[in-house]
T-cell receptor, first 111, second 116 residues
Framework: GNSVTQMEGPVTLSEEAFLTINCTYTATGYPSPFWYVQYPGEGLQLLLKATKADDKGSNKGFEATYRKETTSFHLEKGSVQVSDSAVYFCALFSGTYKYIFGTGTRLKVLA | DVKVTQSSRYLVKRTGEKVFLECVQDMDHENMFWYRQDPGLGLRLIYFSYDVKMKEKGDIPEGYSVSREKKERFSLILESASTNQTSMYLC???????????????FGPGTRLLVL
C-alpha cells in the first residue's frame, strides 16, 4: 500500500537559517503530495500541494517540488522565522477520500 | 472563512465511560473525517463519512463508532473508553470528490482526551 516517510524531528534552527524537511513516499497509481502545518494548539492546515510531476507548490516562502523519479516532495524555506515553529506533515492524497500522513516533523526556530 | 469546530479542547474521562466527541463544519462539505494523532505515529484515520448517514471504516475503527445525522455534524463515539484511547482527536472536512479543491481537508483544533 501507499506510505509516507518524513525525517524525524525535532529540527532546531536559528532564525534566518535554511530549512529542508525530507519526505519520500511509495505509492501506486497517481497520488498527489501535500504539506500540512500544525501550529501550537491548532488543527492542521494546508501549506502547499502539487498535482503532477515536476509541479512546484509554494506558500508563505515555503516550496516543494514533486519529483516523481525519486518519489519525493521535500519542503524547503530559504530563511525561517520564529513564527514558523510548528509541526509539519507530509501527506499523500490517493484519490477519492483518503490521505496517508507522515509522522510529522517538529520545527523549532530560535531567535 | 471556513470553520471546523470541535465541542471540547480537553476531556478527562474514566475507563468504561461512553464518550462523545462532536464536530461541526460550516462549509456545506459532503465529507467528514475523524483522525487520532499520536506522537511518532502521525495521523491515523478512524472513520469517515461521505454523506449524511453514510460512513466508512478507516484504518483503526476498533473501539469507535460514528454518527452523521446532519450534514454539518459528525460525532465520534467511544462506546467504552479505555486508557489506550488517550490521544488527540482531530476532525476534518472536505468538499465532494469531484469538486475543485476537494482534496484539501480542513481541520478542527482537536480534542485532547485523557482516559484514566
Amino acid at each position: 500500500g501507499n506510505s509516507v516517510t518524513q525525517m524525524e524531528g525535532p529540527v532546531t534552527l536559528s532564525e534566518e537559517a535554511f530549512l529542508t524537511i525530507n519526505c519520500t513516499y511509495t505509492a501506486t497509481g497517481y497520488p498527489s503530495p501535500f504539506w500540512y502545518v500544525q501550529y501550537p494548539g491548532e488543527g492542521l492546515q494546508l501549506l502547499l500541494k502539487a498535482t503532477k510531476a515536476d509541479d512546484k507548490g509554494s506558500n508563505k516562502g515555503f516550496e516543494a517540488t514533486y519529483r516523481k523519479e525519486t518519489t519525493s516532495f521535500h519542503l524547503e524555506k530559504g530563511s525561517v522565522q520564529v513564527s514558523d515553529s510548528a509541526v509539519y506533515f507530509c501527506a499523500l492524497f490517493s484519490g477519492t477520500y483518503k490521505y496517508i500522513f507522515g509522522t510529522g516533523t517538529r520545527l523549532k526556530v530560535l531567535a | 472563512d471556513v470553520k471546523v469546530t470541535q465541542s471540547s479542547r480537553y476531556l478527562v474521562k474514566r475507563t468504561g465511560e461512553k464518550v462523545f466527541l462532536e464536530c461541526v463544519q460550516d462549509m456545506d462539505h459532503e465529507n467528514m473525517f475523524w483522525y487520532r494523532q499520536d506522537p511518532g505515529l502521525g495521523l491515523r484515520l478512524i472513520y469517515f463519512s461521505y454523506d449524511v448517514k453514510m460512513k466508512e471504516k478507516g484504518d483503526i475503527p476498533e473501539g469507535y463508532s460514528v454518527s452523521r445525522e446532519k450534514k454539518e455534524r459528525f460525532s465520534l463515539i467511544l462506546e467504552s473508553a479505555s486508557t489506550n484511547q488517550t490521544s488527540m482527536y482531530l476532525c476534518a472536512s472536505s468538499a465532494e470528490v469531484w469538486a475543485s479543491g476537494s482534496e484539501t481537508q480542513y481541520f478542527g483544533p482537536g480534542t485532547r482526551l485523557l482516559v484514566l
